[in-house]
């Protein structure tokens, strides 16, 4: 098997140089791609839609997107993505239990299989106490894994359930707006040339901020100070992340803040006030 890595544009990037990033990246020996939907470290929200129907969908190659942050935060249709597989976390924005996760699988892997069509098998749900049995469904072959946790399953069902009740494009655009505060009230405290990290763009930003305030960006013990003392001294909780800008640049550090469904914009005037304080008194 052989690996190919994407590099996809971090700072100043635009939905088509996303999508040319996939476009030169393919050859006819690519067997799948796969990419996150919102990348974890950075906050980028990648234009899964026309990377499946403009990259993958012509040259016959299966995507599998990673929607950890994805799903619970913004409004998804799978069907008009196009995607063949969609994996995401259950715990994370859709605020279900621990260890649980929502896969799709595209018309029961009826794609998969003109794309794979020089396989007799395309597919193995090696992880499943059923997989020996394909008569039962792949539907319940890909849920039935040992001793079940039914009580988990039914908690994350009650809470998609509540984002439905609630309206999953309402909360998409709420915690957008969130970001959005977020990255202004940043600018405005730390200068506009603070690096932000994360698109501040339609369809390219999500609910994650991504920053670093000091001079040299690849001080990894600085950032975790600081992010430490954030947790300690003002009671916010953010997480530090690593990149490279380029892949064969130098790795980067970040502050990652998440304006989730629960926060209001008091929480994203405290959080960025606390940064700033913290930051004086670092570099004072």
């Given at each position: 098997v052989t690996l190919t890595k994407v590099e996809i544009p971090v700072l100043g990037a635009t939905e088509q140089a996303y999508v040319d990033a996939f476009a030169n990246a393919v050859s006819p020996a690519t067997r799948m791609i796969v990419f996150s939907h919102i990348?974890?470290?950075?906050?980028?929200?990648?234009?899964?839609?026309?990377?499946?129907?403009?990259?993958?969908?012509?040259?016959?190659?299966?995507?599998?997107?990673?929607?950890?942050?994805?799903?619970?935060?913004?409004?998804?249709?799978?069907?008009?993505?196009?995607?063949d597989f969609y994996a995401g976390s259950g715990h994370k924005w859709q605020c279900g239990p621990g260890a649980t996760g929502i896969l799709y699988v595209r018309d029961n892997l009826g794609r998969l299989r003109d794309y794979w069509s020089d396989r007799a098998e395309v597919f193995w749900p090696i992880n499943s106490s059923l997989a020996e049995y394909p008569f039962f469904g792949l539907q319940l072959q890909l849920q039935y894994v040992g001793n079940d946790n039914y009580p988990a399953k039914r908690a994350l069902a009650d809470a998609c359930d509540m984002w439905d009740e609630i309206g999953r494009d309402r909360i998409e655009a709420y915690v957008l707006s969130l970001s959005a505060y977020c990255k202004q009230l940043i600018r405005q405290a730390f200068g506009e040339s603070t690096v932000i990290y994360s698109p501040d763009a339609p369809g390219l930003s999500s609910g994650l901020t991504a920053f670093n305030p000091f001079d040299d960006r690849t001080d990894a013990e600085l950032l975790k100070q600081f992010r430490d003392r954030l947790r300690e001294e003002y009671g916010f909780v953010v997480r530090t992340t690593d990149f490279h800008v380029t892949l064969d640049g130098p790795e980067e550090h970040a502050l990652r803040i998440s304006t989730h469904l629960f926060h209001d914009e008091r929480d994203v005037e405290g959080v960025v006030a606390a940064m700033y304080s913290l930051f004086s008194d670092m570099t004072s």
């Open positions: 990348t974890y470290k950075t906050g980028a929200r990648l234009p899964v839609k026309r990377i499946c129907q403009e990259v993958a969908v012509p040259n016959g190659i299966p995507t599998l997107i990673d929607g950890a942050h994805a799903i619970g935060m913004i409004e998804l249709d799978f069907h008009d993505m196009d995607c």
